[in-house]
């Protein structure tokens, strides 16, 4: 099948359009040869008629959709511009993707706006990957730079190159930054930070805003980035070409000069800044010609600061940055210069001598004024050997003016690079390899085009011929790779056109050649070049332009540029004036004089040892005024350029073409017509043309029988597969012109993938046909079959429903005769029943009465007899209380006159101890209070006593008129006659009336209670809703409180694990520097010893041997032995505990018999302490006897007071007094019984303090009153059985033995924590003995023996989870054991520890941090490298994987991937993360901390999978996603079958089994978005729509992502508060904190340890 006939009825083709350069349209018929029209349809429905002269000048085809937004351009099937713009547009527009390979080349398109893919997540994802896998990314350029210049030891180079504003200082930024991180020295002032530093100081002095971009770089600059032998940045080197000098004197409008002029202007008034003498820059010529003084979004003022930190970190002085700075200034004022024409006809010049800003100028240089204003209007000439001096025009003078200007800013621009490359330096040796950053102007042209715009272009012909050439040559080796029979290919080289510049007697030599004509001008120049290049033998690349004879036209490769011939010579000579430059070397300023001396500036020798730059410009003398120097610009730029064309070719090329989407600077917006034109001049469609002249399309057998097996005939294997695409490829392409059988892949020319494609396509149409005819008659057969027995199923029902409803008929029948009779018997029973109820109810209301009547008699005699009796009773209850309350009269009397004498008599015995008051003068308050109230309540008491009198006057009298009340009544009852027992028939008719009316009521008060349990039962109501409604509120609070609760219990769980995952990051800092000072030490230490055999201190020994305790040394320091002042202020009377203050004075004990034997004086107040605490103890026990007995008879009387009280209220209750004189007795009563629980608590605090003064009384007067006065003795032994001794000189052996060189399978046979339990026995046992000394010691020994092992096993996992062990039990034993925990225990058989070892529980707990950090660096290490491939790209599910079309091609410095068993699977995660968990297991360490270990590695794996997956379009397809579910379904198997899924292993997995699952659902309708939305809730907002981006269809029956679609997914997740940050990778190196959980271990004996013979510490014995 010819290419011919893809032009079929339904084909895609580009035709050309105007504005948008290519559009799509559709075949609406076939074509065929010989036709001149082909008809299309466009895409907005127009039908149009193409021509075709042709077969040749038939449209471009296009891609298949499945191709669409390739990542790389020479995947596409059909190789054309237009294919190349709509797969960079798609890209750019639709997936805001800026990045795009092109081969070798990277594209990247200037999106305008901030994106966050540059953060350091980031890096490390592009960190060790394969360039061929991940998406395309400036940081991917970066590491296979690296990786190659690491693998080959080959230098490389990054060739940056664009337009002005596409992105190439940005793009160059982010490449060194890059290696900054991946290659960061391990010094503390590290190179990489004064690499990056030098990027702002070049920014400043270097870039200004153009038309086209607001921070152009207006020179090229190529940095050697230097690397040493593991991959460390150690050095760097910059050169620069081409500074545009021409900016500092002139700009066009609406632009800028160079940024570091107005960063000085903006920061005129700092303090340091005034001496400048600056202004605004509107006020400056060299600023104020562009009228944009301000850029917006930046601060000058902030940029300057940052300019200043960079010199500063790159070592120079703020004395030399403000020489700088005055240089600077300098020019601005030099531009102020008014120069004024004078004489006849403007012939001369001069300058006033009252110039301010000459004088500002001079003063900054520090050079004579006068002397620079004589010579910028004077020359001087030499004429026959005489010296003559010729004044000059003004407009002469002016621009001898600008030349200086240019020339100071020249001259200051080379020197900040060579202090920069000074700085950047290697200071470790030469470098082994580099890697180069070129970052140059892109081709240009303007409509003027200038000797800059040529320099550019030539340099620009240069690249592309070096580009060119590289491509070609990467495709002859892999041509000759797989031994392919071809053929040269051809390209289109430029070589003639730089033949044209810089060939002999071309454009540069006889630019040069003029130069040095004292009379050559530019006409002249232009003269030869048409005489040269055109009249005589004409050149195919120069033209001479029809209108003009001042300009000439040169064809370069990417487009025919007319320059125009005015400025060239002046440009090319740059030069200036001898004079002013001597007056600048005469300069008081030192960076002034250096800048203009006579040799050569500018030179620095670069990482390669080759001269960089040249110098800048010329000078012209007076002794030679009629030449110039021979280095004229061009030949300098010609020199340089092919210095750098030597550098380039010399290293490995990796090449990135900064694209500029439009010229107006919007976000994300897209000019066909100027890409068209960057891509054709960067050079993009010369690698696609080069590309399709040979062999573009390249499959491997294994994908091509893959892909295309359904085309193969015969016998199919995979592992015959080049035999068969051998035999086939005859079959299916006849031309064998159009393919070629490599070794291992096939090769095809454009176009053949797609007629395979097609054919398959007709294949696997015509198979679908065969199934749906098979299907369809299938599903007939079922259908009849599903009919037939549905109409026999519903005959069936129709007769069964017949006969059911003749049966109900029957039963209907008979039941209507059952309801008839039973219906007829009720009725006359229910009137039997009631007759026969209300012949009941009648005889019930007559007995009833009969009943009533004969009670009412009963009830009224039995009142009458009942009056009687109360009444006599109550007469003789009288009586008795009268002789009860004058008995109790009297005995108070006589009572308080017993107490009036005992108070008498203590009132004397208080008068006699006025001495103790005085001791006491805090009691002695306390007693006159006490007094006080005691007088109160007397009076109060007195009062009680007159109010009680008077109620009882009034109850007497009260009481008589009631007697005589009761007598009348007597009286009265006596003369009654008693009543007649007959009754008359007014008294019948009256009780009749009185029932009657009784009836009346009764019956008015049932319907009233009707009526209120009515309203009763609906207030009942009201009430249980009220109670539900308050119930629901009341729930409604507490879950609103509950919440509130919860969420800032988990706001302070977040703060606490953030301040623990802080500390844990300070210690993991504190361990690797810690690490680094042992490997500088050990380094200083061999360099001492290859200088020279000399001794060494013991200090420095590098053996980790414990060293013996002494009591000098820092680490067993004991405390002092004297309390200080604010310890003994401490120790007070009211204070709650004894031990602190034991503790405190118990330190003296050793002390004083030691000061007696070496006759030291004790202190004045040392020696009388005894004597004053023997006094101060008696005078306190005499107060506390005194106030004691008060506390008695205080008591006493109260008691005596509250029963008289309680006695009167008694009977002033039986008395017929007022209620209210009983309630405010009662209150009396509540204040004296409140009293008395106040006076008993005075009480018994009063007697805690006598109690404590006893206590110190006991503690104290033992010290105090010895004859020898030696103090408190030593605390005597505790007698605790089950401990281990170990001898003093066997603490080094014991540890030497146990920890430090135990062997490693003896070490992890042992019982788990088997050191730590003996060491905590041994240390118990001298604690125990009273020797803290030795405790202390021997367990800092302990600690610092086992931190040597586990740097011993840095990398050994059983071995560090043995130390882990160890040192998570010595810290519970030792916490168990701690005083203040023993405390809160009752336990008998736990003894508390004497000594403080609490700093050594805390550097255990630092231990245990230590190494559990270090077990899980460990297991990273292993798991890095496998993670990716074992979770993302195994296959665990054979035939899930599939070829897709137009797979990636492999780039040349690619590692070969692994296949095959090599490749890690997910057996290999499991291994590592088993290996862990067996480690962790064998020591027995707590389930708590083996589930956060594994909380933190799944984290690891998570993220580290679902940033590659971000990353990486190929493996965003369902069939990935499958596995990869799968692949974490495995591990979440695991997981759980050792039971890890508790501590939020499982839970960390989430985001990516999201990310797996949205790989799998649907994505078209509105309902997946939804669905997709809801839940995808582990994912960031970024996560989903980059995932939903990269989704690549695998077969072609699947459709791609709609935008659509995306765009609604968007649109439902704005609404998502999920409260994350925005990100799109996750933080791999994020540390989740750890807790270690305190688990009091049993209590330990000697005997229960199982020490093995092989340890040899036989020397303990057990105590």
């Known amino acids: 099948m010819a290419t011919m006939e893809l032009y079929s009825k339904g084909a895609s083709v580009w035709i050309p359009h105007p504005d948008a350069v290519w559009v799509s349209a559709q075949l609406l018929q076939d074509y065929n040869p010989g036709e001149k029209h082909v008809l299309l349809q466009l895409s907005d429905g127009r039908q149009v008629q193409f021509p075709v002269a042709s077969p040749s000048d038939l449209p471009p085809l296009g891609n298949p959709d499945i191709l669409e937004g390739e990542n790389d351009l020479t995947a596409l099937s059909f190789l054309h511009e237009p294919a190349v713009l709509h797969n960079l547009r798609v890209r750019f527009l639709d997936y805001s993707s800026i990045y795009t390979y092109c081969g070798i080349v990277l594209v990247a398109i200037n999106p305008y706006d901030e994106l966050p893919i540059y953060g350091e997540e980031v890096i490390d994802a592009y960190s060790g990957q394969d360039m061929a896998d991940m998406e395309p990314h400036i940081f991917s350029v970066a590491e296979e730079a690296y990786r190659t210049m690491t693998r080959e030891e080959k230098n490389q180079s990054i060739i940056i190159s664009g337009e002005s504003g596409s992105g190439k200082t940005v793009s160059a930024k982010f490449t060194m930054r890059y290696f900054a991180v991946v290659g960061g020295a391990a010094q503390q002032t590290s190179v990489e930070e004064r690499v990056l530093a030098s990027n702002p100081i070049m920014e400043s002095i270097g870039n200004a805003k153009t038309t086209r971009n607001d921070n152009s770089s207006r020179f090229g600059k190529y940095i ?288 040069d050649e003029e130069c040095r004509m004292p009379k050559g001008s530019d006409e002249s120049w232009a003269r030869k070049l048409y005489d040269q290049h055109q009249s005589a033998k004409p050149h195919p690349h120069f033209r001479k332009p029809r209108m003009s004879n001042s300009a000439f036209i040169i064809l370069h490769f990417a487009d025919t540029v007319q320059y125009e011939c005015g400025g060239f010579l002046d440009k090319n000579r740059d030069t200036v004036f001898e004079e002013p430059i001597n007056i600048l070397r005469a300069s008081q300023s030192e960076l002034v004089a250096e800048l203009f001396q006579q040799e050569p500036t500018g030179s620095s020798v670069s990482l390669s040892g080759s001269v960089s730059s040249l110098a800048n410009g010329n000078i012209r003398s007076g002794k030679r005024a009629h030449r110039e120097h021979k280095l004229t610009v061009g030949f300098q730029f010609r020199q340089s350029l092919q210095l750098l064309m030597n550098t380039l070719n010399s290293t490995t090329p990796h090449y990135v073409r900064c694209i500029k989407p439009n010229d107006l600077k919007e976000p994300f917006l897209f000019d066909p017509k100027r890409a068209v034109q960057q891509l054709r001049a960067c050079g993009v469609l010369e690698t696609i043309r080069i590309s399709a002249a040979g062999y573009p399309s390249r499959w491997t057998y294994e994908e091509f029988f893959s892909r295309y097996r359904v085309l193969l005939r015969g016998p199919q294997s995979e592992e015959r597969a080049q035999a068969s695409c051998r035999r086939a490829l005859p079959e299916l392409i006849p031309d064998p012109e159009q393919y070629c059988f490599g070794k291992t ?357 590098l053996s980790f041997e414990p060293l013996s305790p002494s009591p000098t040394s820092p680490s067993f320091s004991i405390p002092p032995v004297f309390p200080s002042p604010e310890e003994v202020r401490r120790v007070s009377v009211t204070s709650p505990t004894l031990e602190r203050r034991v503790s405190v004075w118990a330190c003296e ?167 730590a339990s003996v060491t905590f026995l041994c240390v118990r046992q001298a604690d125990c003995s009273g020797d803290r000394t030795r405790a202390r010691s021997l367990c800092s020994a302990t600690v610092t023996a086992m931190k040597g092992a586990l740097k011993k096993h840095s990398n050994d996992v059983d071995m560090t989870a043995l130390w882990l062990k160890n040192a998570c039990l010595l810290h519970d034993l030792l916490t168990q054991h701690s005083p203040k925990q023993a405390a809160t225990l009752d336990s008998e058989e736990l003894v508390p520890l004497t000594c403080d070892l609490s700093d050594l529980s805390r550097a255990l707990s630092d231990f245990c941090i230590q190494a559990y950090q270090q077990l899980l660096s460990i297991t990273e290490s292993h798991l890095q490298n496998v993670i990716v491939p074992a979770v993302l790209e195994s296959e665990t599910i054979p035939g899930l994987s599939g070829v897709k079309l137009g797979g990636s091609r492999k780039r040349a410095g690619s590692d070969p991937r692994i296949v095959g068993g090599d490749a890690p699977t997910m057996a290999s995660v499991l291994r590592e993360l088993g290996a862990l968990h067996t480690a962790l297991s064998h020591q027995a360490l707590p389930p708590a901390l083996m589930e956060q270990a594994f909380h933190q590695l799944t984290y690891l794996i998570s993220a580290s999978t679902l940033n590659s997956l971000l990353l990486r379009k190929d493996m965003c397809c369902w069939n990935r996603g499958m596995q990869i579910r799968y692949n974490v379904s495995l591990l979440e198997e695991w997981l759980r079958s050792r039971g890890l899924q508790a501590g939020g292993a499982v839970a960390t997995l989430e985001p990516l089994i999201q990310a797996a699952q949205l790989l799998q659902v649907g994505k078209k309708t509105e309902a997946d978005a939804q669905a997709l939305v809801q839940t995808c809730t582990a994912l960031s907002s970024q996560q989903i729509v980059k995932i939903l981006t990269l989704y690549t269809p695998h077969g072609d029956l699947e459709e791609r992502v709609t935008l659509n679609f995306i765009r609604s997914v968007q649109g439902l997740l704005k609404g998502r508060s999920d409260g994350q940050p925005p990100q799109l990778l996750m933080d791999v190196r994020r540390v989740f904190p750890v807790t270690f959980p305190y688990l009091p271990p049993p209590v330990l004996q000697a005997d229960q340890l199982d020490i093995p013979d092989s340890l040899k510490i036989s020397f303990l014995r057990r105590a």
């Not at 060189?1301 to 050191?1315: F, Q, T, W």
């Open 1149 to 1315: 004990t050793p002390m004083e018999p030691l000061m007696e034997r070496m006759d030291v004086a004790k202190d004045p107040a040392v020696r009388m302490r005894g004597e004053d605490l023997a006094h101060a103890y008696d005078a306190v026990r005499v107060a506390n006897k005194f106030l004691e007995s008060q506390l008695r008879s205080q008591r006493s009387l109260w008691e005596d007071d509250l029963e008289a009280l309680r006695c009167q209220l008694g009977r002033t209750i039986s008395d017929p007094s007022s209620a209210a004189q009983q309630q405010e007795l009662q209150e009396l009563l509540e204040a004296r019984e409140q009293e008395c629980v106040r006076l008993r608590k005075e009480l018994k605090e009063l007697r805690n303090t006598v109690t404590l003064r006893r206590l110190l009384a006991q503690a104290v007067l033992p010290s105090a009153l010895t004859p020898d006065g030696s103090g408190l003795s030593q605390p005597k032994p505790v007698t605790v059985t089950g401990l281990l001794e170990c001898r003093k000189k066997d603490e080094a052996k014991l540890i030497k033995n146990l920890i430090t060189d135990v062997r490693v399978d003896s070490a992890l046979s042992l019982p788990p924590g088997l050191a």
């Open 224 to 511: 050697e980035i230097g690397f040493g032998r593991k991959g460390d940045i150690i050095g760097a080197n910059m050169r620069t070409y081409l500074l545009e000098k021409s900016r500092v004197v002139f700009q066009a409008s609406a632009e800028r000069n160079y940024h570091i002029f107005y960063q000085l202007c903006a920061s005129r008034e700092l303090p340091e800044m005034r001496t400048l003498k600056l202004d605004a820059p509107e006020r400056f010529r060299y600023t104020n010609q562009g009228g944009e003084m301000q850029i917006p979004g930046t601060d000058d003022l902030l940029d300057l600061e940052r300019t200043r930190n960079a010199f500063s970190i790159l070592g120079v002085q703020p004395e030399q940055q403000m020489e700088l700075f005055r240089i600077l200034a300098s020019v601005l004022h030099l531009g102020n210069v008014n120069i004024q024409a004078s004489g006849r006809g403007g012939d001369r010049s001069y300058i006033d001598a009252e110039d301010r800003s000459l004088a500002v100028f001079s003063k900054l240089l520090g050079v004579e004024g006068s002397q620079m204003a004589h010579w910028l209007c004077h020359r001087r000439l030499a004429v026959g050997g005489e010296m003559l001096v010729k004044p000059v025009s003004g407009q002469q003078a002016m621009e001898a003016r600008d030349a200086l200007a240019k020339h100071i800013y020249g001259q200051l621009f080379t020197w900040t690079v060579q202090r920069l490359n000074s700085a950047l330096r290697s200071q470790r040796g030469q470098p082994k390899s580099f890697i180069g950053v070129l970052d140059i102007y892109g081709f240009e042209t303007f409509d003027r085009n200038s000797f800059e715009q040529f320099c550019i272009n030539y340099a620009n012909e240069k690249l592309q011929q070096q580009f060119n050439r590289h491509v070609f040559q990467l495709e002859q080796e892999e041509y000759v790779r797989e031994e392919l029979a071809w053929s040269r290919i051809e390209f289109s080289d430029n070589q003639q056109c730089i033949t044209l510049i810089e060939g002999q007697l071309g454009l540069l030599d006889l630019l």
């Open 745 to 1101: 892949k096939v090769f095809f020319r454009a176009g053949q993938v797609a007629l395979l494609e097609r054919l398959r396509a007709e294949r696997l149409r015509v198979a679908g046909v065969i199934i749906q005819s098979w299907v369809r008659g299938w599903l007939a057969r079922i259908r009849y079959t599903r009919i037939r027995w549905a109409t026999v199923t519903i005959q069936r029902y129709c007769r069964g429903a017949l006969a059911r409803r003749l049966a109900l008929t029957l039963r209907y029948t008979k039941a209507a005769l059952v309801i008839q009779k039973t219906y007829r018997m009720v009725v006359v029973r229910q009137l039997f029943l009631m007759i026969r109820q209300a012949t009941i109810t009648i005889q019930a209301f007559t007995r009833g009465t009969l009943a009533r009547r004969r009670h009412r008699l009963v009830v009224a005699e039995r009142a009458a007899v009942l009056l009687q009796a109360t009444v006599r009773g109550w007469l003789a209850r009288r009586a008795y209380r009268r002789v009860k309350e004058a008995v109790v009269f009297m005995q108070c009397c006589v009572r308080r006159k017993a107490a009036r004498r005992e108070l008498l008599k203590l009132k004397a015995e208080a008068r006699s101890v006025e001495r103790f008051r005085e001791l006491n003068k805090g009691m002695e308050v306390k007693l006159m209070q006490l007094q006080l109230r005691a007088d109160q309540q007397a009076r109060e008491s007195a009062a009680l006593r007159e109010t009680l009198s008077a109620e009882r006057e009034a109850a007497g009298a009260e009481l008589e008129a009631l007697r005589g009340a009761l007598q009348k009544l007597e009286s009265q009852k006596q003369e009654r006659p008693p009543p007649g027992p007959v009754v008359s028939e007014k008294e019948v008719e009256e009780r009749r009336r009185a029932e009657e009316k009784a009836a009346q009521e009764i019956l008015r008060l049932t319907q009233e209670m009707q009526a209120l349990q009515q309203e009763r039962d609906s207030l009942g109501k009201e009430k249980e809703d009220f109670s539900a409604r308050l119930l629901e509120q009341e729930k409604a609070q507490e879950e609103c409180v509950r919440q509130a609760v919860s969420q800032a219990g988990a706001s302070l769980r977040a703060e606490l694990d953030e301040e623990r995952r802080k500390y844990q990051g300070l210690l993991r800092e504190f361990t690797r520097l810690e690490q680094r000072y042992d490997n500088l030490r050990e380094m200083s230490l061999l360099t001492e010893r290859t200088k020279g055999h000399r001794r060494t201190d013991s200090a420095q020994s």
